[in-house]
């Protein structure tokens, strides 16, 4: 079976973002001891780093199952599927309990999941791809 478009473009635009993540990542760990970044940031040493590792570690697993997503990995569709479900309760909390300069982005988070959602489990030719493995 022939992998489905929505599924490559996907799976293309996560290595993307598990790329900068890594990079941002790498980069935050770069700059933890920037006295004017950490001034400029309102952060410490211990909290930049920690947030650095963190995108480095997110930004390796999303490049992995990404890469999954590409071979038709059902593990990798799962994974996806409930990061984006954890997206979606992330959008609703800044939909209901942040400022209004965030409800905007919280409504894009929980329609590009939802978009994202559809394409891997709502489409005949992506449940097709996946049950090949």
Do not use: H, W
């Not at 473009?9 to 700059?31: D, M, N, P």
């Amino acid at each position: 079976m022939k992998r489905p478009v929505m599924v490559t473009v996907i799976g293309v635009l996560s290595i993307l973002t598990g790329i900068g993540q890594v990079l941002f990542g790498g980069a935050l760990i770069g700059l933890r001891n920037d006295a004017t970044f950490l001034n400029d940031a309102n952060m410490t040493t211990n909290k930049v780093t920690a947030f650095g590792a963190g995108l480095l570690a997110v930004g390796v697993i999303t490049f992995v199952f990404a890469i999954g997503l590409l071979k038709g990995s059902r593990v990798s569709r799962a994974v996806v599927g409930i990061m984006e479900l954890c997206g979606i309760a992330g959008g609703v909390y800044a939909v209901s309990a942040l400022d209004s300069s965030r409800k905007s982005t919280g409504i894009g988070t929980i329609i590009g999941a939802v978009i994202v959602l559809f394409f891997l489990f709502g489409t005949s030719k992506a449940k097709a791809f996946f049950a090949k493995s």
